[in-house]
């Protein structure tokens, strides 16, 4: 599936830009608007960025230091509990989990001779067929290069967070707010919106195409033994590859963790052709709860662990109850062997996976035969 930007056709005037966005979209319209700031003339300019993890940050320090030298106020929000080690010249606005602006990408920038905005909220969403889960996050926002835009933008940002910054910090911001009301609007920035615009949509465009033509082929092929080639199965190398780069404390994922007692003894039993439709029958009872973005991966001979992303505790636990007594019914079918399942689940935003804690619950509730437990957190 490709990047999605969609327009919704009641959109305000200076609203062209809004819509619905995946992460790697947001990253080059961010990065322009960087450039853009980099670029500005020697005058006040202000940069505010709302970066929700420090480790998003880090993968920009860089270009956030070089805007800071160059005389800007450069001020970024993160989710951290203590002060973070930033760049020379850029103050930090530390928010926590349940702060509104904690689910906000965004990047402000504003002078008196321009400014340009982007601001998305974290719709905890991912868009089918993503090549990673935190390439497919799903953005709700809108963006601008215009000056107007970015001086609304400033003034909704510092009434959210004036309590919370240092003396010196307002008074760099409200210089430029000052600054910025002694010249008239720039009539350029009119002309820049309609070319940048087009630009995001050949964007979007290209990539539709490329991860079109890449979902098919990953369909056909195994892409670095990323299915197991006996059961079709996804693999723990597929799981790596999916989660990658996963922020602590963004996406919320449900995790089912299934284990199948005996299904490691189904060859030495059976045979081969015994245990191969065992462990299809035991897909099939997954893939019929299954939503286009989640994913089934099998962890070892007895174990099995379903990804939903963005699901709700209630969902997850009902998905486990449901899968542990398809599970049951398997020995009406070839090969007509008894199996039980024992599942663990949670909804987790924590990073790693809480896989082992996972483990260690499903043992216990297959040692209990209990059918299912629900870990908090």
Known sequence: ????????????????????????????ISHAMERFALAGPDEPRLVIAMF???????????????IAERGATVLVGLVEQFPPDLPPGVRHLLLGDGDELAREWSVTVLGPHGGATLVAEDEERVTPGARTLE????????WSFRRRDAYAEVLRLRAATSSRLPVDTLRAIDD????????????????????????????DLARRGGDSLRGRLDEIADPAGERDPRTGLLTERFLRRWTAGLGPGTLPLGLVLLRV?????????????????AMQGVAQCFARQLSDVDRVVRMGHEDFLAVLPARRPDEVLRFSEEVTRQISTLEQQYPFVPLAGAAAATVTRQRPLPLPALADQVARVSAARAGVSLLVG
């Open 1 to 28: 599936m490709p990047d999605v930007q969609t327009r919704d056709s009641r959109t305000e005037p200076g609203d062209e830009g809004s819509g619905t966005f995946t992460k790697q979209l947001l990253v080059e």
């Open 52 to 66: 929700q993890r420090l480790a998003y940050f880090r993968r920009e320090a860089e270009m956030y230091r070089r």
């Open 135 to 142: 390439a497919g996050r799903r953005f709700h926002g809108r």
């Open 176 to 203: 430029v707010l000052s600054a910025v009301v002694t010249v008239p609007e720039p009539p350029g920035q009119e002309w820049l919106d309609a070319p940048l615009r087009f630009l995001v949509d050949r964007m």
């Open 261 to 277: 007692d005996g299904a490691a003894e189904l060859r030495h039993r059976y045979g081969l052709r015994a245990e191969l439709a």
